[in-house]
């Protein structure tokens, strides 16, 4: 019998003894699987589509319940074996229960039901999703929490729907070096006791692309000891390098230590700056951004949540300018500091707000042929209608959220563009997220 137990959203009715039988028929956004119950849709977490369960409802709303699994009576032939044992408790994975194929129609079936929903008016074209070519190991970049409990150090993630905090001895959907480096800071801060624990806050590591070497940040509780970096050096011999962050006191990555024969410069990202998590998939994104845009010799492009430049750097050489806006100082910092690195003299970036920037440029009159935005899961609703004064003549949407992605693009919908193509990109196989792109035009 398999029993999984967890909070759901809002308030819960954990002394509830309710139980039904119930056929799970497809999968939702966020990961639930669907079954219904005469007139009423049940949402049951970790469930297959071909799943018949026993579940325990745990929430009741008008039209829709929340359960659990208390047993699996039959198993869908799309269930696959997790490969981490913290699957069903750890907050990272939804869907390691699911055969990666499953997982891939699943995406596009929540976009595809998403846009018949909320807008059936836009009629983009939806090609297959971008497959991942490692569907585990694939994360480049982790951050993970620090936390002390009696004489223990514990490093790893969030418990589903909870903030207590999960030892992670390895993680399956990250790359083996991390895990290595892991190991090492584990063993380390475990022999060091509480007070070296209590010091450090997050962790965070990164997997060079090139060299294959990682890089550890630790953020760090004030005030900074600037020999820490070379003691925790000590401590995991296989990290590549270890800096250390302190945001109360303004500090970014000041104190750095570097193993001797592994210095070099990554030239997708820096310390501290956000970057994708799977490099593999990144690189699709980007050509699929490049294709969507079209540039050309004249073109302006206008990189909103531009962050590092990830997505248009690259086409300096061939367009007239580049405008790069992102709130993020370190980022735009970055951003300057590829764009000098690699000569380019046609770039801009300005370490804004989005709104504030697209209203200057409005006001001032600029006009771009070509806008990238990119914005937090949000969506960028807030700029939406001073962003369409600008008529750039081809929008590139990129988004990590269906929902706010179909209700933007209803609204440009509303100022004449029309979404022409949204090209789904598995950016985070063993989840429910995605990343989606979106192509934007006026009608011919």
């Known amino acids: ?38 007139s009423l849709v049940v949402f049951v977490p970790f469930t297959a589509p ?34 981490c044992p913290l699957f069903g408790v750890c907050g990272g994975c939804q869907w390691q229960h699911l055969s990666y194929d499953l997982q891939l ?38 951050r993970l929490k620090v936390r002390g409990f009696g004489h223990e150090c514990r490093i790893g993630f969030f418990q589903r729907r909870s903030h207590d905090l999960l030892d992670v001895e390895e993680c399956a959907v990250s790359h083996p070096r991390i895990n290595e480096v892991l190991r090492d800071l584990r063993g380390y801060l475990r022999a060091e006791g509480r007070g070296l624990c209590d010091r450090i806050k997050e962790i965070e590591m990164e997997v060079s692309p090139s060299s294959g070497l990682c890089r550890v940040l ?3 509780q004030p005030p900074i000891d600037p020999d820490l970096a070379k003691r ?15 945001a109360e006191e303004g500090e970014e990555a000041g104190h750095r230590w570097i193993r001797e024969g592994s210095e070099e410069e990554d030239g997708e990202s820096e310390e501290g700056v956000f970057s994708q998590v799977n490099r593999e998939q990144n690189r699709v994104l980007r050509e699929v951004v490049e294709r969507y845009a079209a540039v050309g010799r004249e073109d302006r492009v206008l990189d909103l949540f531009c962050g590092n430049g990830n997505l248009s750097l690259a086409w300096a050489p061939r367009v007239a300018s580049i405008l790069g806006i992102d709130l993020d100082p370190a980022a735009v910092s970055s951003a300057r500091h590829l764009a000098a690195k690699q000569g380019f003299k046609n770039c801009q970036f300005w370490d804004m707000d989005a709104l504030q920037g697209v209203l200057r440029l409005a006001m001032s009159g600029k006009n771009f042929s ?22 750039a003549q081809r929008l590139i949407y990129v988004s990590c959220h ?41 009608p011919d």
């Open 1 to 38: 019998m398999k029993r999984w137990r967890g909070a759901v959203r809002g308030r819960t009715a954990p002394e509830s003894q309710e139980t039904i039988s119930l056929s799970i028929d497809s999968l939702a956004f966020e990961g639930w699987g669907v079954g219904r119950y005469g």
């Open 50 to 83: 071909g799943d018949t369960v026993r579940v325990r409802i745990t929430q009741k709303k008008k039209n829709y319940w929340y359960g659990v699994v208390e047993e699996i009576l039959s198993p869908s032939p799309q269930r696959t074996s997790p490969l």
């Open 105 to 142: 129609r699943a995406k596009e079936q929540i976009l595809l039901d998403h846009l018949r929903k909320m807008a059936p008016d836009l009629q983009p074209r939806i090609p297959p999703f971008v497959a991942a070519p490692a569907p585990y190991a694939y994360r480049h970049r982790v």
């Open 218 to 220: 630790l953020h760090v």
């Open 232 to 246: 925790v050096a000590r401590g995991a011999p296989s990290a590549a390098s270890i800096a250390l962050q302190c």
């Open 370 to 391: 070509v806008v990238i935005l990119d914005p937090p899961r949000q969506g960028c609703r807030p700029l939406l209608e001073t962003l369409c004064r600008l008529r």
């Open 402 to 442: 269906p929902v706010n992605l179909i209700r933007d693009l209803a609204l440009f919908a509303a100022c004449g563009y029309e979404t022409q193509e949204i090209q789904g990109i598995d950016m985070f196989p063993q989840t429910y997220h995605s990343e989606l792109v979106a192509l934007l035009g006026f």
